[in-house]
Protein backbone atom coordinates (compact mmCIF):
# COMPACT_ATOMS: atom_id res chain seq x y z
CA UNK A 1 0.00 0.00 0.00
CA UNK A 2 2.85 2.32 -0.02
CA UNK A 3 2.44 3.59 -3.38
CA UNK A 4 -1.19 4.56 -2.49
CA UNK A 5 -2.08 8.56 -2.46
CA UNK A 6 -5.09 9.65 -0.46
CA UNK A 7 -7.13 11.81 -1.91
CA UNK A 8 -10.18 13.68 -0.55
CA UNK A 9 -13.52 14.78 -2.21
CA UNK A 10 -16.96 14.83 -1.24
CA UNK A 11 -18.44 12.65 -4.09
CA UNK A 12 -16.77 10.29 -6.77
CA UNK A 13 -18.64 9.44 -9.79
CA UNK A 14 -18.16 6.13 -11.59
CA UNK A 15 -18.69 6.87 -15.36
CA UNK A 16 -18.86 9.69 -17.52
CA UNK A 17 -22.19 9.81 -19.76
CA UNK A 18 -25.42 11.23 -19.39
CA UNK A 19 -26.23 9.89 -16.07
CA UNK A 20 -22.39 10.22 -14.50
CA UNK A 21 -22.10 14.06 -15.88
CA UNK A 22 -25.59 15.19 -14.96
CA UNK A 23 -24.31 13.77 -11.30
CA UNK A 24 -21.18 15.30 -10.88
CA UNK A 25 -22.32 18.52 -12.54
CA UNK A 26 -25.69 19.25 -9.99
CA UNK A 27 -23.39 18.10 -6.78
CA UNK A 28 -20.72 20.77 -7.91
CA UNK A 29 -23.21 23.04 -8.74
CA UNK A 30 -24.53 22.40 -5.53
CA UNK A 31 -20.78 23.22 -4.11
CA UNK A 32 -19.55 19.72 -3.42
CA UNK A 33 -15.97 18.87 -4.43
CA UNK A 34 -16.48 15.82 -7.57
CA UNK A 35 -13.92 13.25 -8.95
CA UNK A 36 -15.32 12.24 -12.24
CA UNK A 37 -13.68 9.10 -13.05
CA UNK A 38 -13.44 6.98 -16.64
CA UNK A 39 -11.95 3.73 -17.18
CA UNK A 40 -11.10 4.15 -20.92
CA UNK A 41 -9.56 7.10 -22.41
CA UNK A 42 -12.71 8.67 -24.01
CA UNK A 43 -15.05 10.10 -21.94
CA UNK A 44 -19.03 10.50 -22.79
CA UNK A 45 -19.83 6.50 -23.00
CA UNK A 46 -22.88 5.11 -24.66
CA UNK A 47 -24.78 8.43 -24.45
CA UNK A 48 -21.64 9.69 -27.38
CA UNK A 49 -22.89 6.89 -29.69
CA UNK A 50 -26.44 7.34 -29.20
CA UNK A 51 -28.99 10.46 -30.07
CA UNK A 52 -29.18 12.06 -26.56
CA UNK A 53 -32.69 12.69 -26.55
CA UNK A 54 -33.98 13.01 -23.44
CA UNK A 55 -37.91 11.87 -22.52
CA UNK A 56 -39.77 14.16 -20.22
CA UNK A 57 -43.20 14.75 -20.25
CA UNK A 58 -44.31 17.73 -18.66
CA UNK A 59 -41.46 19.88 -19.21
CA UNK A 60 -41.71 23.83 -20.00
CA UNK A 61 -41.65 23.00 -24.04
CA UNK A 62 -44.71 20.93 -23.53
CA UNK A 63 -46.58 23.88 -21.80
CA UNK A 64 -45.39 26.21 -24.45
CA UNK A 65 -46.89 23.98 -27.20
CA UNK A 66 -50.21 24.22 -25.61
CA UNK A 67 -50.34 20.93 -24.14
CA UNK A 68 -52.11 20.49 -21.08
CA UNK A 69 -52.11 18.45 -18.24
CA UNK A 70 -49.14 16.22 -19.42
CA UNK A 71 -48.28 14.87 -16.20
CA UNK A 72 -51.36 13.26 -15.63
CA UNK A 73 -51.72 12.08 -19.27
CA UNK A 74 -48.11 10.26 -19.14
CA UNK A 75 -49.25 8.63 -15.62
CA UNK A 76 -52.36 7.41 -17.40
CA UNK A 77 -49.96 6.20 -20.02
CA UNK A 78 -47.28 4.41 -17.91
CA UNK A 79 -50.15 2.71 -15.89
CA UNK A 80 -50.96 1.22 -19.04
CA UNK A 81 -47.76 -0.06 -20.87
CA UNK A 82 -45.47 -0.65 -17.58
CA UNK A 83 -48.10 -2.05 -14.94
CA UNK A 84 -46.71 -4.13 -12.69
CA UNK A 85 -43.58 -4.81 -14.53
CA UNK A 86 -42.21 -1.91 -12.69
CA UNK A 87 -42.19 0.21 -9.59
CA UNK A 88 -44.45 2.82 -9.59
CA UNK A 89 -42.76 4.87 -6.99
CA UNK A 90 -39.73 5.13 -9.22
CA UNK A 91 -41.42 6.01 -12.74
CA UNK A 92 -43.60 8.99 -11.22
CA UNK A 93 -40.34 10.05 -9.34
CA UNK A 94 -38.87 10.15 -12.49
CA UNK A 95 -41.94 12.08 -14.38
CA UNK A 96 -42.44 14.65 -11.34
CA UNK A 97 -38.85 15.15 -11.48
CA UNK A 98 -38.14 15.57 -14.64
CA UNK A 99 -39.66 19.14 -15.60
CA UNK A 100 -37.49 20.35 -12.75
CA UNK A 101 -34.26 18.86 -13.52
CA UNK A 102 -34.52 20.35 -17.14
CA UNK A 103 -35.01 23.98 -16.14
CA UNK A 104 -32.49 23.25 -13.59
CA UNK A 105 -29.75 22.21 -16.48
CA UNK A 106 -30.82 24.62 -18.63
CA UNK A 107 -29.67 26.98 -16.26
CA UNK A 108 -26.46 25.66 -15.97
CA UNK A 109 -26.11 25.81 -20.02
CA UNK A 110 -27.64 22.36 -20.74
CA UNK A 111 -29.81 23.63 -24.20
CA UNK A 112 -32.43 21.65 -25.58
CA UNK A 113 -34.75 21.55 -28.63
CA UNK A 114 -38.18 19.97 -28.63
CA UNK A 115 -39.57 17.57 -31.58
CA UNK A 116 -42.63 18.74 -32.24
CA UNK A 117 -44.06 15.43 -33.91
CA UNK A 118 -42.37 12.78 -31.94
CA UNK A 119 -44.69 10.35 -30.89
CA UNK A 120 -44.39 8.09 -28.32
CA UNK A 121 -43.93 4.26 -28.90
CA UNK A 122 -47.24 3.05 -27.80
CA UNK A 123 -49.83 5.69 -29.54
CA UNK A 124 -52.62 3.37 -29.32
CA UNK A 125 -52.46 3.93 -25.48
CA UNK A 126 -54.27 5.93 -23.63
CA UNK A 127 -52.26 9.51 -22.91
CA UNK A 128 -49.20 9.10 -24.82
CA UNK A 129 -47.47 12.28 -26.51
CA UNK A 130 -47.60 13.01 -30.04
CA UNK A 131 -44.68 15.43 -29.67
CA UNK A 132 -42.64 17.51 -27.39
CA UNK A 133 -41.48 14.87 -24.55
CA UNK A 134 -38.97 14.01 -26.74
CA UNK A 135 -35.89 17.00 -26.57
CA UNK A 136 -33.22 16.60 -28.31
CA UNK A 137 -29.26 18.49 -27.71
CA UNK A 138 -29.43 21.56 -28.95
CA UNK A 139 -25.84 21.53 -31.56
CA UNK A 140 -22.58 22.25 -29.71
CA UNK A 141 -18.96 24.13 -30.54
CA UNK A 142 -16.85 21.68 -29.89
CA UNK A 143 -13.84 24.37 -29.61
CA UNK A 144 -15.69 25.42 -26.31
CA UNK A 145 -13.72 22.33 -24.81
CA UNK A 146 -10.29 23.32 -25.98
CA UNK A 147 -8.14 20.84 -28.75
CA UNK A 148 -7.05 18.50 -25.24
CA UNK A 149 -10.72 17.86 -24.19
CA UNK A 150 -12.13 17.66 -27.21
CA UNK A 151 -9.81 14.91 -28.82
CA UNK A 152 -10.90 13.08 -24.85
CA UNK A 153 -14.66 13.42 -26.16
CA UNK A 154 -15.65 10.34 -27.52
CA UNK A 155 -16.98 10.41 -31.46
CA UNK A 156 -20.64 8.88 -32.44
CA UNK A 157 -20.81 5.49 -34.51
CA UNK A 158 -18.48 6.58 -37.24
CA UNK A 159 -21.65 5.64 -39.59
CA UNK A 160 -24.14 7.84 -37.98
CA UNK A 161 -21.81 10.84 -38.90
CA UNK A 162 -20.28 11.71 -42.76
CA UNK A 163 -16.60 11.17 -43.73
CA UNK A 164 -16.26 8.11 -40.96
CA UNK A 165 -17.28 9.74 -37.89
CA UNK A 166 -15.78 13.32 -38.96
CA UNK A 167 -18.48 15.46 -39.68
CA UNK A 168 -22.08 15.40 -37.38
CA UNK A 169 -25.34 15.98 -38.77
CA UNK A 170 -28.98 16.30 -36.91
CA UNK A 171 -31.47 14.18 -37.96
CA UNK A 172 -33.26 16.99 -39.52
CA UNK A 173 -30.18 17.55 -41.55
CA UNK A 174 -30.03 13.47 -43.05
CA UNK A 175 -33.46 14.10 -44.08
CA UNK A 176 -32.34 17.49 -46.29
CA UNK A 177 -29.28 15.77 -47.81
CA UNK A 178 -31.33 12.31 -48.66
CA UNK A 179 -32.90 14.96 -51.54
CA UNK A 180 -29.64 15.15 -52.97
CA UNK A 181 -30.42 11.92 -54.66
CA UNK A 182 -33.69 11.83 -55.12
CA UNK A 183 -34.16 14.60 -57.94
CA UNK A 184 -37.95 14.59 -57.38
CA UNK A 185 -38.09 18.04 -55.94
CA UNK A 186 -35.64 21.08 -57.27
CA UNK A 187 -36.39 23.34 -54.47
CA UNK A 188 -35.65 20.54 -51.78
CA UNK A 189 -32.17 19.56 -53.70
CA UNK A 190 -31.68 23.37 -53.65
CA UNK A 191 -31.74 23.44 -49.90
CA UNK A 192 -29.89 20.17 -49.63
CA UNK A 193 -27.03 21.50 -51.86
CA UNK A 194 -26.89 24.42 -49.65
CA UNK A 195 -27.02 22.54 -46.48
CA UNK A 196 -24.17 20.56 -47.79
CA UNK A 197 -22.20 23.68 -48.39
CA UNK A 198 -23.20 25.26 -45.06
CA UNK A 199 -21.61 21.89 -43.39
CA UNK A 200 -18.81 20.95 -45.69
CA UNK A 201 -17.26 24.60 -45.50
CA UNK A 202 -17.29 24.76 -41.25
CA UNK A 203 -16.18 21.00 -41.27
CA UNK A 204 -13.19 21.69 -43.76
CA UNK A 205 -12.39 25.03 -41.87
CA UNK A 206 -12.16 22.85 -38.76
CA UNK A 207 -9.36 20.37 -40.09
CA UNK A 208 -7.42 22.66 -41.66
CA UNK A 209 -6.90 24.29 -38.18
CA UNK A 210 -6.05 21.39 -36.53
CA UNK A 211 -9.20 20.10 -35.05
CA UNK A 212 -9.31 16.33 -35.00
CA UNK A 213 -12.91 16.00 -36.83
CA UNK A 214 -15.95 18.67 -36.93
CA UNK A 215 -16.10 20.98 -33.88
CA UNK A 216 -19.68 21.84 -34.63
CA UNK A 217 -21.22 18.28 -32.74
CA UNK A 218 -24.84 17.10 -32.46
CA UNK A 219 -27.04 14.54 -30.80
CA UNK A 220 -25.29 12.54 -27.80
CA UNK A 221 -21.98 14.30 -28.37
CA UNK A 222 -23.43 17.40 -28.03
CA UNK A 223 -25.04 16.72 -24.58
CA UNK A 224 -22.06 15.57 -23.34
CA UNK A 225 -19.93 18.13 -24.40
CA UNK A 226 -22.39 20.89 -22.50
CA UNK A 227 -22.52 18.70 -19.98
CA UNK A 228 -18.65 18.51 -19.80
CA UNK A 229 -17.59 22.35 -19.95
CA UNK A 230 -20.35 23.04 -17.85
CA UNK A 231 -18.89 20.65 -14.87
CA UNK A 232 -15.60 21.65 -15.25
CA UNK A 233 -16.50 25.68 -14.84
CA UNK A 234 -17.66 24.63 -11.26
CA UNK A 235 -14.50 22.88 -10.73
CA UNK A 236 -15.05 19.51 -11.73
CA UNK A 237 -12.05 17.24 -12.18
CA UNK A 238 -12.15 14.06 -14.16
CA UNK A 239 -9.68 10.97 -14.52
CA UNK A 240 -8.95 9.02 -17.51
CA UNK A 241 -7.93 5.65 -17.30
CA UNK A 242 -8.81 5.25 -13.81
CA UNK A 243 -9.75 1.76 -13.13
CA UNK A 244 -11.92 1.49 -9.18
CA UNK A 245 -10.32 -1.72 -8.14
CA UNK A 246 -13.05 -1.81 -5.17
CA UNK A 247 -15.20 0.47 -2.42
CA UNK A 248 -13.88 1.14 1.64
CA UNK A 249 -16.26 0.46 3.46
CA UNK A 250 -16.49 1.52 7.15
CA UNK A 251 -19.43 0.67 9.56
CA UNK A 252 -21.43 -0.27 6.81
CA UNK A 253 -20.76 2.75 5.07
CA UNK A 254 -19.08 3.67 1.61
CA UNK A 255 -16.64 6.07 1.96
CA UNK A 256 -14.49 5.95 -0.73
CA UNK A 257 -12.86 3.61 -3.49
CA UNK A 258 -8.97 2.61 -4.40
CA UNK A 259 -8.77 3.28 -8.25
CA UNK A 260 -5.78 2.41 -10.07
CA UNK A 261 -4.85 6.20 -12.15
CA UNK A 262 -1.71 6.48 -13.84
CA UNK A 263 -0.17 2.85 -12.94
CA UNK A 264 -0.78 3.89 -9.37
CA UNK A 265 -3.22 2.22 -7.12
CA UNK A 266 -4.69 4.95 -5.04
CA UNK A 267 -6.57 5.62 -2.04
CA UNK A 268 -9.82 7.94 -2.86
CA UNK A 269 -11.89 9.58 0.05
CA UNK A 270 -15.52 10.06 -0.47
CA UNK A 271 -17.30 12.43 2.34
CA UNK A 272 -20.58 11.90 0.61
CA UNK A 273 -20.18 8.55 -1.13
CA UNK A 274 -20.03 6.98 -4.34
CA UNK A 275 -22.04 6.94 -7.56
CA UNK A 276 -21.56 4.01 -9.38
CA UNK A 277 -22.76 4.99 -13.44
CA UNK A 278 -20.63 3.52 -15.56
CA UNK A 279 -23.24 2.05 -18.66
CA UNK A 280 -24.69 -1.07 -17.84
CA UNK A 281 -23.22 -4.36 -19.64
CA UNK A 282 -24.11 -4.16 -22.63
CA UNK A 283 -20.27 -4.99 -24.06
CA UNK A 284 -19.79 -7.87 -21.61
CA UNK A 285 -20.21 -11.05 -23.84
CA UNK A 286 -20.42 -13.02 -20.06
CA UNK A 287 -23.27 -10.95 -18.75
CA UNK A 288 -25.29 -10.39 -22.01
CA UNK A 289 -25.19 -14.47 -21.89
CA UNK A 290 -26.16 -14.54 -18.52
CA UNK A 291 -29.15 -12.43 -18.39
CA UNK A 292 -30.22 -11.64 -21.60
CA UNK A 293 -32.95 -13.33 -24.09
CA UNK A 294 -31.67 -16.06 -25.99
CA UNK A 295 -29.73 -16.83 -28.60
CA UNK A 296 -27.26 -14.33 -26.60
CA UNK A 297 -26.64 -11.04 -28.71
CA UNK A 298 -23.33 -11.24 -29.84
CA UNK A 299 -22.59 -7.39 -31.15
CA UNK A 300 -23.52 -3.56 -29.56
CA UNK A 301 -22.88 -0.48 -30.69
CA UNK A 302 -22.78 -0.04 -27.03
CA UNK A 303 -19.31 1.98 -25.62
CA UNK A 304 -16.64 -0.96 -25.23
CA UNK A 305 -16.07 0.24 -21.28
CA UNK A 306 -20.11 -0.40 -20.07
CA UNK A 307 -19.00 -4.20 -18.78
CA UNK A 308 -20.72 -4.64 -15.81
CA UNK A 309 -17.74 -3.94 -13.39
CA UNK A 310 -20.29 -1.83 -11.06
CA UNK A 311 -22.61 -4.69 -9.93
CA UNK A 312 -19.68 -6.43 -8.11
CA UNK A 313 -18.49 -3.59 -6.38
CA UNK A 314 -22.22 -2.76 -5.57
CA UNK A 315 -22.63 -6.40 -4.09
CA UNK A 316 -19.28 -6.24 -2.11
CA UNK A 317 -21.07 -3.47 -0.05
CA UNK A 318 -24.29 -5.23 0.38
CA UNK A 319 -25.80 -3.86 -2.67
CA UNK A 320 -28.57 -5.54 -4.77
CA UNK A 321 -29.32 -6.38 -8.51
CA UNK A 322 -32.97 -6.21 -9.88
CA UNK A 323 -34.88 -9.68 -10.65
CA UNK A 324 -34.18 -11.46 -13.75
CA UNK A 325 -35.74 -10.22 -17.06
CA UNK A 326 -34.70 -11.57 -20.73
CA UNK A 327 -36.36 -8.65 -22.41
CA UNK A 328 -34.41 -6.11 -19.73
CA UNK A 329 -32.18 -3.99 -22.42
CA UNK A 330 -32.95 -1.49 -24.97
CA UNK A 331 -32.76 -3.25 -28.31
CA UNK A 332 -31.81 -2.34 -31.68
CA UNK A 333 -31.87 -4.16 -35.03
CA UNK A 334 -28.41 -3.80 -36.45
CA UNK A 335 -26.35 -5.03 -39.09
CA UNK A 336 -22.62 -5.56 -38.92
CA UNK A 337 -19.89 -5.46 -41.39
CA UNK A 338 -16.52 -4.81 -41.26
CA UNK A 339 -15.11 -1.40 -42.60
CA UNK A 340 -12.71 -0.80 -45.83
CA UNK A 341 -9.74 -0.80 -42.80
CA UNK A 342 -11.01 -4.37 -41.28
CA UNK A 343 -12.36 -2.79 -37.99
CA UNK A 344 -16.33 -3.80 -37.11
CA UNK A 345 -19.39 -1.60 -37.51
CA UNK A 346 -22.31 -2.25 -35.89
CA UNK A 347 -24.89 -0.57 -37.59
CA UNK A 348 -28.60 -0.09 -35.60
CA UNK A 349 -31.37 0.40 -37.91
CA UNK A 350 -33.43 3.01 -36.84
CA UNK A 351 -35.00 5.13 -39.64
CA UNK A 352 -34.83 2.67 -43.23
CA UNK A 353 -37.06 0.17 -41.82
CA UNK A 354 -40.00 1.89 -41.86
CA UNK A 355 -39.30 3.53 -45.69
CA UNK A 356 -41.56 1.76 -48.90
CA UNK A 357 -40.22 -1.41 -50.18
CA UNK A 358 -38.74 -3.24 -48.05
CA UNK A 359 -39.54 -6.18 -45.49
CA UNK A 360 -38.14 -8.09 -42.78
CA UNK A 361 -38.23 -11.97 -42.89
CA UNK A 362 -37.37 -14.70 -41.21
CA UNK A 363 -35.85 -18.19 -42.31
CA UNK A 364 -38.91 -19.20 -43.52
CA UNK A 365 -39.19 -16.41 -45.91
CA UNK A 366 -42.32 -15.09 -43.89
CA UNK A 367 -42.73 -11.09 -42.32
CA UNK A 368 -42.70 -11.74 -38.11
CA UNK A 369 -43.68 -7.91 -37.41
CA UNK A 370 -44.91 -4.15 -38.64
CA UNK A 371 -40.75 -3.31 -39.61
CA UNK A 372 -41.91 0.80 -39.15
CA UNK A 373 -42.64 0.33 -35.43
CA UNK A 374 -39.78 1.48 -32.62
CA UNK A 375 -36.70 -0.75 -32.63
CA UNK A 376 -37.30 -2.29 -29.59
CA UNK A 377 -40.16 -3.64 -30.77
CA UNK A 378 -38.88 -4.82 -33.58
CA UNK A 379 -35.93 -6.88 -32.22
CA UNK A 380 -38.73 -7.99 -29.47
CA UNK A 381 -40.87 -9.49 -33.05
CA UNK A 382 -37.65 -11.56 -33.86
CA UNK A 383 -36.90 -13.25 -30.65
CA UNK A 384 -40.76 -14.07 -30.81
CA UNK A 385 -40.43 -15.43 -33.77
CA UNK A 386 -37.63 -17.16 -33.10
CA UNK A 387 -38.77 -18.61 -29.64
CA UNK A 388 -42.20 -20.04 -31.90
CA UNK A 389 -39.28 -22.33 -33.80
CA UNK A 390 -38.46 -20.35 -36.31
CA UNK A 391 -35.10 -19.40 -36.75
CA UNK A 392 -35.22 -15.28 -36.82
CA UNK A 393 -31.47 -14.47 -35.61
CA UNK A 394 -30.38 -12.80 -37.69
CA UNK A 395 -33.64 -11.71 -39.25
CA UNK A 396 -33.38 -10.32 -43.16
CA UNK A 397 -34.15 -6.81 -44.21
CA UNK A 398 -35.19 -7.33 -48.19
CA UNK A 399 -35.26 -4.69 -50.11
CA UNK A 400 -36.00 -4.05 -53.95
CA UNK A 401 -33.81 -1.90 -56.38
CA UNK A 402 -35.89 1.26 -56.00
CA UNK A 403 -35.85 1.35 -52.42
CA UNK A 404 -31.95 1.38 -52.33
CA UNK A 405 -31.43 3.78 -54.88
CA UNK A 406 -33.78 6.22 -53.22
CA UNK A 407 -33.51 5.43 -49.38
CA UNK A 408 -29.97 3.25 -49.47
CA UNK A 409 -29.93 0.11 -46.40
CA UNK A 410 -27.97 0.46 -43.26
CA UNK A 411 -24.28 1.52 -44.44
CA UNK A 412 -25.16 1.94 -47.63
CA UNK A 413 -26.13 5.65 -49.17
CA UNK A 414 -28.41 6.31 -51.55
CA UNK A 415 -27.83 7.39 -54.95
CA UNK A 416 -24.43 6.42 -54.89
CA UNK A 417 -22.94 2.74 -56.64
CA UNK A 418 -22.61 0.38 -54.21
CA UNK A 419 -19.04 -0.31 -53.22
CA UNK A 420 -18.28 -4.03 -54.46
CA UNK A 421 -16.55 -4.59 -50.65
CA UNK A 422 -20.11 -4.68 -48.93
CA UNK A 423 -20.61 -8.10 -51.46
CA UNK A 424 -17.46 -8.97 -50.98
CA UNK A 425 -17.81 -8.82 -47.37
CA UNK A 426 -20.88 -10.79 -46.73
CA UNK A 427 -22.56 -7.47 -45.77
CA UNK A 428 -25.07 -6.90 -48.40
CA UNK A 429 -26.61 -9.76 -51.09
CA UNK A 430 -28.10 -9.34 -54.23
CA UNK A 431 -29.49 -11.72 -57.17
CA UNK A 432 -32.05 -10.81 -59.65
CA UNK A 433 -34.92 -12.75 -58.64
CA UNK A 434 -36.14 -13.38 -55.24
CA UNK A 435 -35.67 -17.34 -55.38
CA UNK A 436 -32.21 -16.88 -55.96
CA UNK A 437 -31.95 -14.00 -53.03
CA UNK A 438 -33.51 -16.52 -51.03
CA UNK A 439 -31.00 -19.27 -51.54
CA UNK A 440 -27.91 -17.03 -50.99
CA UNK A 441 -29.24 -15.95 -47.70
CA UNK A 442 -30.16 -19.58 -46.48
CA UNK A 443 -34.23 -18.56 -46.46
CA UNK A 444 -37.22 -20.47 -47.60
CA UNK A 445 -37.43 -19.58 -51.60
CA UNK A 446 -40.95 -20.33 -51.93
CA UNK A 447 -41.71 -18.59 -48.44
CA UNK A 448 -39.98 -15.55 -49.48
CA UNK A 449 -41.91 -15.41 -53.40
CA UNK A 450 -45.31 -15.85 -51.82
CA UNK A 451 -44.49 -13.34 -48.69
CA UNK A 452 -43.86 -10.60 -51.28
CA UNK A 453 -46.78 -11.65 -53.64
CA UNK A 454 -49.14 -10.77 -50.52
CA UNK A 455 -47.14 -8.04 -49.77
CA UNK A 456 -47.04 -6.45 -52.97
CA UNK A 457 -50.99 -7.02 -53.14
CA UNK A 458 -51.45 -5.39 -50.08
CA UNK A 459 -49.35 -2.16 -51.17
CA UNK A 460 -51.81 -2.28 -54.14
CA UNK A 461 -54.29 -1.29 -52.11
CA UNK A 462 -52.57 0.95 -49.22
CA UNK A 463 -52.89 -1.45 -46.54
CA UNK A 464 -50.77 -4.33 -44.62
CA UNK A 465 -53.66 -6.25 -43.87
CA UNK A 466 -50.48 -8.74 -41.82
CA UNK A 467 -49.40 -6.31 -39.58
CA UNK A 468 -51.09 -2.87 -40.21
CA UNK A 469 -47.80 -1.35 -41.25
CA UNK A 470 -47.66 2.42 -41.31
CA UNK A 471 -51.34 2.40 -39.26
CA UNK A 472 -49.35 3.19 -35.87
CA UNK A 473 -49.07 6.58 -35.15
CA UNK A 474 -45.84 6.24 -34.98
CA UNK A 475 -44.80 4.36 -38.37
CA UNK A 476 -45.08 8.00 -40.58
CA UNK A 477 -42.57 9.57 -39.24
CA UNK A 478 -39.88 7.88 -40.29
CA UNK A 479 -41.71 6.91 -43.76
CA UNK A 480 -42.08 8.98 -46.80
CA UNK A 481 -44.33 11.69 -47.45
CA UNK A 482 -44.55 11.22 -51.29
CA UNK A 483 -45.79 7.71 -50.65
CA UNK A 484 -49.23 7.29 -51.62
CA UNK A 485 -51.45 6.66 -49.93
CA UNK A 486 -49.10 5.18 -47.17
CA UNK A 487 -45.84 6.59 -45.94
CA UNK A 488 -44.57 2.95 -45.14
CA UNK A 489 -45.78 1.05 -48.08
CA UNK A 490 -44.37 0.12 -51.23
CA UNK A 491 -44.17 -2.91 -53.44
CA UNK A 492 -41.10 -5.09 -54.06
CA UNK A 493 -41.14 -4.94 -57.94
CA UNK A 494 -38.13 -3.82 -58.90
CA UNK A 495 -34.71 -5.95 -59.68
CA UNK A 496 -32.38 -7.03 -58.70
CA UNK A 497 -33.25 -7.63 -54.95
CA UNK A 498 -31.04 -7.06 -51.79
CA UNK A 499 -30.81 -8.41 -48.68
CA UNK A 500 -29.03 -7.44 -45.14
CA UNK A 501 -28.74 -9.45 -42.10
CA UNK A 502 -30.16 -7.98 -38.44
CA UNK A 503 -29.43 -8.59 -35.19
CA UNK A 504 -30.40 -7.90 -31.87
CA UNK A 505 -28.40 -5.47 -30.25
CA UNK A 506 -28.19 -3.96 -27.03
CA UNK A 507 -27.70 -0.36 -26.23
CA UNK A 508 -28.07 -0.17 -23.13
CA UNK A 509 -29.32 -2.33 -20.18
CA UNK A 510 -32.64 -2.56 -18.38
CA UNK A 511 -31.38 -4.94 -15.17
CA UNK A 512 -29.54 -3.02 -12.97
CA UNK A 513 -28.83 -2.27 -9.38
CA UNK A 514 -31.52 -1.76 -7.03
CA UNK A 515 -31.80 2.00 -6.11
CA UNK A 516 -34.83 4.18 -4.30
CA UNK A 517 -35.92 7.49 -5.45
CA UNK A 518 -32.76 9.26 -4.39
CA UNK A 519 -30.49 7.06 -6.20
CA UNK A 520 -29.31 5.45 -2.91
CA UNK A 521 -28.57 1.62 -3.41
CA UNK A 522 -30.45 -0.83 -1.75
CA UNK A 523 -29.71 -3.70 0.57
CA UNK A 524 -31.00 -7.31 0.71
CA UNK A 525 -33.67 -6.27 2.71
CA UNK A 526 -35.00 -2.92 0.51
CA UNK A 527 -32.56 -0.22 3.43
CA UNK A 528 -30.61 1.93 1.43
CA UNK A 529 -26.67 1.68 2.07
CA UNK A 530 -25.17 5.13 3.27
CA UNK A 531 -22.80 6.73 0.66
CA UNK A 532 -23.12 4.50 -2.18
CA UNK A 533 -25.27 5.44 -5.58
CA UNK A 534 -26.22 4.29 -9.18
CA UNK A 535 -27.81 6.17 -11.72
CA UNK A 536 -27.82 5.05 -15.30
CA UNK A 537 -28.02 1.60 -16.82
CA UNK A 538 -26.24 0.71 -13.73
CA UNK A 539 -29.40 1.13 -12.12
CA UNK A 540 -32.69 -1.08 -12.09
CA UNK A 541 -34.75 0.26 -15.08
CA UNK A 542 -38.01 2.12 -13.56
CA UNK A 543 -40.01 0.84 -16.67
CA UNK A 544 -39.14 -2.39 -16.37
CA UNK A 545 -38.83 -3.96 -19.58
CA UNK A 546 -40.67 -1.45 -21.39
CA UNK A 547 -39.59 1.75 -23.14
CA UNK A 548 -42.20 4.44 -23.32
CA UNK A 549 -40.55 6.52 -25.73
CA UNK A 550 -37.17 7.71 -27.30
CA UNK A 551 -35.01 9.14 -24.78
CA UNK A 552 -35.97 7.20 -21.87
CA UNK A 553 -32.97 6.02 -20.88
CA UNK A 554 -30.79 9.16 -21.37
CA UNK A 555 -33.54 10.78 -19.26
CA UNK A 556 -33.79 8.34 -16.96
CA UNK A 557 -30.35 8.53 -16.17
CA UNK A 558 -29.98 12.55 -16.41
CA UNK A 559 -33.31 12.34 -13.72
CA UNK A 560 -31.77 10.34 -11.10
CA UNK A 561 -28.30 11.85 -11.53
CA UNK A 562 -29.73 15.15 -10.54
CA UNK A 563 -31.59 13.53 -7.84
CA UNK A 564 -28.37 12.36 -6.71
CA UNK A 565 -26.37 14.89 -6.71
CA UNK A 566 -29.03 16.75 -4.69
CA UNK A 567 -28.92 14.51 -1.85
CA UNK A 568 -25.22 13.99 -1.31
CA UNK A 569 -25.69 17.70 -1.01
CA UNK A 570 -28.35 18.15 1.70
CA UNK A 571 -30.82 19.36 -0.62
CA UNK A 572 -33.84 18.89 -1.93
CA UNK A 573 -34.90 17.80 -5.33
Not at 35 to 56: H, N, Q, Y
Not at 105 to 114: D, F, H, Q, S
Not at 251 to 271: F, H, M, N, S, W
Not at 491 to 505: E, G, I, Q, S
Request: neutral net charge; hydrophobic residues 35%.
Amino acid sequence: MSRKKETQFDLIVLGTGAAGLSTALTASNEGLKVLLLEKTDRFGGTTCRSAGTCWIPGSRYVEEAGITNDLAKAETYLDALVGDKGPKEMWMTYIQTGPRMIDYMERLGIKWIPFPGFVDYYPELEGSGRGYRALEPEPFNGKTLGKIDFSHLRGPLPEFALFGGSLMVRRTEVTKLLHLFDGQDLRERAQAVGTALRLGIAWVWDLLWGWPRGTRVVMGNALIGRLYREYKKHGGTMWLNAVTQRLTIEDGRVTGAVVEYQGIPRELKARKGVVLAAGGFPASPTRRNQYLRKPAAQYTAAAGGSTGDTFALAESAGGTIGPEDENGALWFPSSVGYRPDGSQAVFPHIWDRAKPGMIAVNAAGERFTDEARSYNHFVRGMYESDEAGVPTVPAWLVADHDHMKRYGLGMIYPGLPISRHWFDSGYLFKARTLAELAVRIGVDPRGLEETVRKFNADCALGRDSLFGKGESEYSPQYGDPQATPNVNLGPLKTAPFYAMAVYPTPLSTGRGILINPDGQVLDTDSRPIEGLYAAGSDAQQVFGIQYPGGGCQVGSGMVFGYRIGKHAAGREA
